[in-house]
């Protein structure tokens, strides 16, 4: 792909203000199984070419997966002619960025390649047969394992050459637990940026059979408690789904600007709003692509700025926006790598990677002592937010009151509703451990779902409302 890339880069480079070619070519494999029937086992491969040319401030896009000389140049054609078509009424600018010229991958102590199929379908059956020989009442039980190798290159008329190979494994399970006092469900998608070797670190197995445990008591012991202003621990599940939907997604700059509104939505933060409160001193939210074998993991973006660590909440202050090159240049700033596309066949939008709260130096133990009465939200079943991140809601799944510094029994499905402010302004305490989960963010239509990873620390809130 690297040298088809190089010839687009050659047809089209001298053709327009800026060119630019991505070719990615993605090998996978994926195996499903529901109820312990195994109802796909596929393996395949996907490739192709994303151009992008700027002519006269005008920006025009093709992509192909056809790689012969007339399919090139047709694509190269399309991309200059519709740039310069929007030119009249288009002004589209990029941040000055440097050209870097380097190659990346991930480690992977047991290479994607070297597992077979027919042991990617065992780990699945081990899991679903540990699954129906608990004894807890499992209504439905659905897995997916997917793996899937990524080489891109990225090349541009301003001397960008950036090349790279990118293994990803993510698990995910899904599963409803049912008796006659009512039933309850979960989900959970384990993944990162590596090799096989990260499986058993993961403990799969482990982890959907504690879920189903903790389901059943829930169903069978949980309370519910009279509504009330009280003290609320959340687990690292919460801290992250919370960080990336009420900090990620109205921090980055294309929803701030207004070009998500009619596609994922729109921001309450407003260009003008850095500097602004949004939570307690100790509040410090961050996006960090380099987080190493995170799912979101990378080190340039797709357009081959590098990525780096960005500090969205800093002391409780909303700090700077994710940016791409093009709502740099429109805020009068540098990118800081958070342009992401999905495919080859996608444009590369503002995204986040792996955004979470940063350690504190509690303990979950010490948070818990403070308390005299309140709630320890560890998961939540459900979560909701509106447009613009401001109003959201969380649902608790494994949940568990507090009396006295000690976690009592377990309480079923607490909620939380609040406002992002609210939410950040009460938060008084951060744990110092650590504890991530893949997910998919969605973003944009076509639709763009990219991984990421969510999680984070504990977190202690103070005097908040639940309700049940």
Known sequence: MKTIAEKVLALGQSRADYFEVRAESRKYSVNFMKNGTLTASTEGEDRGLAIRAIVNGGMGAAYTNKTDNASLEKAVESAVELAKKVSRDSDVRLSEEKAYKDYWTVEQKRKIEDVGNHEKVEYLTEIEQN??????????????????????????????????????????????????????????????????????????????????????????????????KMDLIVGPEVTGIAAHESCGHP???????????????????????????????????????????????????????????????????????????????????????????????????????????????????????????????????EWNIDDVRYNQKYVGREAYLIENGEIKGPVRRPVIELTTPTFWGAADAVGKEMDFVGATCGKSDPEQGVPVWTGGPHMRLRDVRMRW
Request: no cysteine.
């Open 131 to 228: 699954l129906t020989s608990s004894g807890i009442p499992l209504a439905v039980r659905m897995q997916v394992l997917r793996d899937i190798l990524t080489e891109k290159h990225i090349l541009t008329s301003e001397g960008t050459d950036i090349s790279s190979l990118l293994p990803q494994i993510e698990y995910f399970y899904f599963m409803v637990v049912a008796s006659e006092k009512g039933n309850e469900q979960a989900y959970s998608q384990l993944a990162w940026a590596g090799g096989y070797d990260q499986w058993d670190k993961w403990n799969p197995l482990g982890r959907a059979t504690d879920m189903a445990s903790i389901l059943f008591r829930s169903i069978n012991e949980g309370k519910m408690l009279k509504d009330g």
């Open 251 to 381: 921090t980055e700059a294309d929803r701030i600007l207004g070009r998500e509104a009619y596609l994922a939505g729109e921001s309450f933060v407003k260009p003008d709003m850095i500097g602004q409160r949004i939570g307690s001193d100790i509040v410090n939210v961050v996006d960090d692509p380099t987080v190493k074998h995170s799912f979101g993991y990378y080190k340039y973006d797709d357009e081959g700025v590098p990525a780096r660590r960005r500090h969205l909440y800093k002391n409780g202050l909303i700090n700077e926006f994710l940016q791409n090159r093009e709502t740099a240049a429109i805020t009068g700033t540098k990118s800081n790598g958070a342009a992401r596309a999905s495919n080859w066949d996608r444009e590369p939008i503002v995204r986040m990677s792996t955004t979470f709260v940063e350690p504190g130096n509690h303990s979950l133990d010490e948070m818990l002592e403070d308390v005299k009465y309140g709630i320890y939200m560890k998961s939540f079943t």
